[in-house]
Every structure is written in C-alpha cells, then in structure tokens.
Antibody
Framework: EVQLLESGGAFVQPGGSLRLSCAAS????????MSWVRQAPGKGLEWVAA????????YYADSVKGRFTVSRDNSQNTLYLQMNSLRAEDTAVYFC?????????????????WGQGTLVTVSS | SSELTQDPAVSVALGQTVRITCQGD??????ASWYQQKPGQAPVLVIY???NRPSGIPDRFSGSSSGDTASLTITGAQAEDEADYYC??????????FGGGTRLTVL
C-alpha cells in the first residue's frame, strides 16, 4: 500500500525557515517524480515544486523560486522541502504527491497518491 | 506561466449529469488531469490524459477536451460526488498549474 506521510509543519515568524519531510512507502521511491502542492486556508491548490526520480532537475513555482529548495534522499525514501525567507502568504497545508512517472509532467501531469498534508503557519 | 479558469460553483440534481469545465492556453498543448477533494481530505485523481480513470474511480466520471477547454463530466451524479474539483496541466515552461477549483453541490 502506497503511503506518504508529511511532517515538519509548524508556526514560524516571517523571515524564518522550516524543513518539511515526506516519508514514502509501498512503492519504488526512486522511480517516480514527486511534487509539493500547497493549499492556503479556504483556498485552492497551488503547485510549489517538483523533482524527478533521480533527484536532479528540480522545478519551482515562481512564487517560491529562490526561497524554497526541493530535494530527496532515495536511500531513505524521503522527500524534502527547505523553506527559507518565509512570508505570511506561505501559510498553507503542504501536501506531497507522487507522480505516475519518473520525469516531471512528461505528457500529462498526474499525481496518483497524496499525503494528508502538514500545516505551515507564518505569522508574527 | 499560464492560468486555468474554472467556474467557482456548479450544482446538479441527484442522478443528473453535470459538466465542469477548465479553460486555459496550456490545454491546447497538454491534457488536463482532474482531482476531487472533499473537506479535510487530500485530493484524489479522478481523470487523466485523454479520458482515463485510475483504478477505483467510478465510470460515471469521464473527461474530454476541445481546443483550450477541458471538461469533467459526471453522468448520474451521486451524493458522494459533492466536493471541490480541480483541473491541472503542465505549461510550456515546465510548470504545473491548477485551476481555481469548482465546488460541486448535489441537490
């Protein structure tokens, strides 16, 4: 059974940093691209970042480029999101999601499994 | 990056057919995927590609596309289909974009 379990969400002040983790199980982690998607309270889904199966070729939304870094440790089956220079508008539930392909959005973008999310609150 | 536009809310009578649309330039080049999200839950993939359903998704869900518009159709809507529905697609600059979401109410 595929499982994705996010952790690391917390209350942090503006300008602070946080690292989210997503522990994966039930599939060959290194064979699939992974994404982070966030959802602000009462709002829609927003793609944040993605990384291909090998850990190379990260991709970022314009809203987080230069502040967030996506990485993965395939030996530990874990996906990470390092978030720096946090802003109030980064407040959201952060989901990790598995793609059905090694590469990010090759053809179409389809995420077949999602974690339950971890809440990040940025406030003074 | 391009945008995807969805109607904020749609309603359907129990057992009737409803179409939820998603419009954007990226859909001229790439297929949309569709996700269902119920309150407090993670999104669930319901349609991807030309018209493909993941295992476990009822066949009352179907997808189609024409020009810059993708559609999700629910034929014979059930009470459990009441949820938020999101489309997404890749863009030409290797981003992933989501539509704003459509809240479906089953009357």
């Amino acid at each position: 059974e595929v499982q994705l379990l996010e952790s690391g969400g917390a209350f942090v002040q503006p300008g602070g940093s946080l690292r989210l983790s997503c522990a994966a199980s039930g599939f060959t982690f290194s064979s699939y691209a992974m994404s982070w998607v966030r959802q602000a309270p009462g709002k829609g889904l927003e793609w944040v970042a993605a990384i291909i199966g090998s850990g190379g070729s990260p991709y970022y939304a314009d809203s987080v480029k230069g502040r967030f870094t996506v990485s993965r440790d395939n030996s530990q089956n874990t996906l990470y999101l390092q978030m720096n220079s946090l802003r109030a508008e980064d407040t959201a539930v952060y989901f990790c999601a598995k793609e059905e392909d090694y590469f990010f959005c090759s053809g179409d973008c389809r995420h077949d499994y999602w974690g339950q999310g971890t809440l990040v609150t940025v406030s003074s | 990056s391009s945008e995807l536009t969805q109607d904020p809310a749609v309603s359907v009578a129990l057992g009737q057919t409803v179409r939820i649309t998603c419009q954007g330039d990226s859909l001229r080049s790439y297929y949309a995927s569709w996700y269902q999200q119920k309150p407090g839950q993670a999104p669930v993939l319901v349609i991807y590609g030309e018209n493909n359903r993941p295992s476990g998704i009822p066949d009352r869900f179907s997808g189609s596309s024409s020009g810059d518009t993708a559609s999700l159709t629910i034929t014979g809507a059930q009470a459990e289909d009441e949820a938020d529905y999101y489309c997404n697609s890749r863009t030409s600059d290797n981003h992933l974009v989501f539509g704003g979401g459509t809240r479906l109410t089953v009357l």
